[in-house]
């Protein structure tokens, strides 16, 4: 036992549990599977779709049996003669699989029969409707001029006087009709004294799309203009005294920055 130990053989848990015996993988049986596979054999005979780029299923079923586990869900995004699905089907994972053929559904059926695998009475489900982005865009993605272009997303086209018009709504002072709070100062003006302002800055890469746009006061945006952002604009309204009400130019750019994004869910 003390050689055991010795030679690192014995391992505990804890120091009041039972020892247990070590095993390492150089004591297993057979030897380790390299990256050269050779005893696998290509597709021949019945097996064979006519695809020139088909790999044999016993290929697939040891590359899902090494990297998934029963349960998992498979995807193979070029799906071609469905070996993958199928190979999934055989090792009970869940799988999809797209093509770009109109026909791809048909031949994972069929060769689901043709593998006599049993789908027990399940369904397999296919579109041929292309595929939809459903998480918002990237602003990098907004920001990209051809996009622009091809107006994918209805509020990156909505003119200035429509930005106008919605910032309007949300930076409104609810008992002053016409008049409007000023994000960077917190003052209230007649609407017609407010600017439409960039929160980052052109140059700086900002864009005109309504998620960097604000409503400010003649005065704040002079202070503004291209050289800072407005968060700095805010900090140097607070330095120099020209802020009114802090508070209320937070409330009020928090109510854009949360229009920005509702409008973003609204029009996709
Ligand atoms: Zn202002």
Redesign the pocket.
Known sequence: MQALYEDGRLTQASSESPFRYKKYLSDAKGIKMSDLWTNIKPVRGKESCGYPTQKPLALYERIISAGSSKGDVVIDPFAGCATTCVAAERLGRKWAGIDIWKGAHRLVVARLQEASHSLQGRQVYYTKDPPRLTDPLPVTLLDDPTQYKRKPYGWVALKPAQIRERLETVQAVADKPGFIY?A??G?QLEQAFMQLEHIRANSDGGSNFIDNRVL??G??NRTKSDRYSFKRLRQI?IKTG?TVDRDIAAVVYKKVIRLHKRIKVEMP
Do not use: K, L, T
């Open positions: 000023c960077a100062c003052r400010i006061c005065p704040c309204n020209w």
